[in-house]
């Protein structure tokens, strides 16, 4: 007997998985490992957090976070668009690594392209997703918004820069020798 995936994602909307129990398992394991970090209720004597209290807090916490409908379609809407943005961040990291963005010490972070490309892509994907917080009650200038044609003008004649920047440098740098310099 075979089972769909489909039945599966369609079974957990039933059961209340995504209104509920992610939600609830995100901000308690968010708010847990925060108290822990900071000690902020304190530590026994071999400086360790108490654990206990820690739990009891996350989880009075994140039971008033599950208990407010609108905070929870907030994370269910933001959540996707957080997520799409680190696999961005990711590709970014990767494609330097690929082109040989990396810094005098041999790491790709510490680069001023791998930073100005990263801001470029945020400032991208803020203005993309700006139009999603009105959903959320929050108030958008009309002129902060493009269309979906003029979106991908610009997506595409930013692509197109990049590439022929990557192209062009990787000439003068004597053929695109990608591996980090010490």
């Known amino acids: 007997m075979a089972i ?12 209340g998985v995504f ?8 901000a308690f394991a968010l708010i847990f490992a925060i108290l822990e970090k900071v000690h902020i209720l304190g530590s026994d004597a071999n400086q360790k957090p108490k654990t206990n209290l820690n739990i009891l807090v996350a989880l009075i916490f994140a039971l008033f976070l599950i208990a407010q409908p609108t905070v929870v379609a907030m994370i269910q809407g933001l959540l996707p668009a957080t997520a799409f943005v680190i696999v961005v961040i990711l590709a970014i990291i990767i494609v330097m690594a690929a082109f040989g963005g ?5 790491s790709v972070l510490g680069s001023p392209i791998f930073w100005i490309l990263l801001a470029i892509t945020l400032i991208v994907l803020l203005w993309v997703y700006v139009p999603e917080l009105s959903s959320f009650g929050v108030s958008v200038p009309s002129s902060w918004t493009l269309s979906d044609s003029a979106k991908s003008m610009l997506l595409a004649l930013v692509c197109t820069v990049l590439i022929i920047f990557f192209i062009l440098k990787s000439k003068k740098s004597g053929g695109g020798n990608s591996s980090p310099k010490p």
Request: cysteine-free.
């Open 4 to 15: 769909e995936f489909g039945s599966i994602i369609t079974n957990f909307q039933e059961w």
């Open 102 to 106: 990396y810094a005098k010490d041999g």
């Open 19 to 26: 209104d509920y129990f992610l939600p609830f398992l995100l």
